[in-house]
């Protein structure tokens, strides 16, 4: 099993900047490529963005690309996701999800059911 905690959540204004992250405990952290995302009431989750294992590759959903950054800290455990330029169309429960990835150091799967264990999620809501 791994353990996966969000935090960093919270209310914000258009514009503004969050910086989620998410701690990691119970298995070999690093082997686990690493992805946020998201679920907005009444829609279903979509994929936001996501690291490689090896931290070399990440991916990005259109409308978040130039404002959101993920990273991860294999020392530490833990990944994050900054946000910046904050839209009210961000609002959302923001979920971080580990998949255990086999061979490419790159890939980066953008589908949920890719992905093996879920954190319970953090509110990130944006005001206009």
């Known amino acids: 099993q791994l353990q996966l905690v969000e935090s960093g959540g919270g209310l914000v204004q258009a514009g503004g900047s969050l910086r989620l992250s998410c701690a990691a405990s119970?298995?070999?952290?690093?082997?686990?490529?690493m992805g946020w995302f998201r679920q907005a009431p009444g829609k279903e989750r979509e994929f936001v963005a996501g690291?490689?294992?090896?931290?070399?590759?990440?991916y990005y959903t259109n409308s978040v690309k130039g404002r959101f950054t993920i990273s991860r800290e294999n020392a530490e455990n833990t990944v994050y996701l900054q946000m910046n330029s904050l839209k009210p169309e961000d609002t959302a429960v923001y979920y971080c999800?580990?998949?255990?990835?086999?061979?490419?150091?790159?890939?980066?799967?953008?589908?949920?059911?890719?992905?093996?264990?879920w954190g319970q999620g953090t509110q990130v809501t944006v005001s206009s």
């Open positions: 999800a580990a998949a255990r990835v086999y061979g490419a150091a790159s890939f980066v799967p953008t589908a949920g059911r890719a992905y093996d264990y």
């Open positions: 119970g298995r070999t952290f690093s082997r686990y490529a």
């Open positions: 690291i490689s294992w090896s931290g070399g590759s990440t």
